[in-house]
């Protein structure tokens, strides 16, 4: 049975920092683009980041986090994390671990399709 569980989400206030975690059992996480997702109140669910599973380990961010968020993998202990630096209040929502197919490349745009197995979710809210 595979499962992505999510921990680390919370309030915090405008500017501090959180990172997330997703550990991950059942399949094989080294064979797996990984992905983060978010969903605010109201809106439609949109891809954060995504880390491909080569050794190079290449990362992708949606433009609204691009050099506040950082995306990465520890496939010894088959988890990956998202840390968020200089949180704002739009940035809270849920936060969603992913894992891709793995014949699939790592992508913001279209990443919901490419998802094989979801997490369930961890809140993060953000207060000014």
């Known amino acids: 049975q595979v499962q992505l569980v999510e921990s680390g989400g919370g309030p915090v206030q405008a500017g501090g920092s959180l990172t997330l975690s997703c550990v991950t059992s059942?399949?094989?996480?080294?064979?797996?683009?990984m992905g983060w997702l978010r969903q605010a109140p109201g809106k439609e669910r949109e891809g954060v980041s995504c880390?491909?599973?080569?050794?190079?380990?290449?990362?992708y961010y949606a433009e609204a986090v691009k050099g506040r968020f950082t995306v990465s993998r520890d496939n010894a202990k088959n988890t990956l994390y998202l840390h968020m630096a200089n949180l704002k209040p739009e940035d809270t929502g849920m936060y969603y671990c992913?894992?891709?197919?793995?014949?699939?490349?790592?992508?913001?745009?279209?990443?919901?399709?490419?998802?094989?197995?979801w997490g369930q979710g961890t809140q993060v809210t953000v207060s000014s």
């Open positions: 880390i491909s599973e080569t050794r190079s380990e290449t990362k």
């Open positions: 059942g399949l094989l996480f080294y064979d797996h683009p």
């Open positions: 992913a894992a891709l197919n793995p014949v699939r490349l790592c992508s913001i745009p279209a990443m919901e399709e490419k998802i094989v197995y």
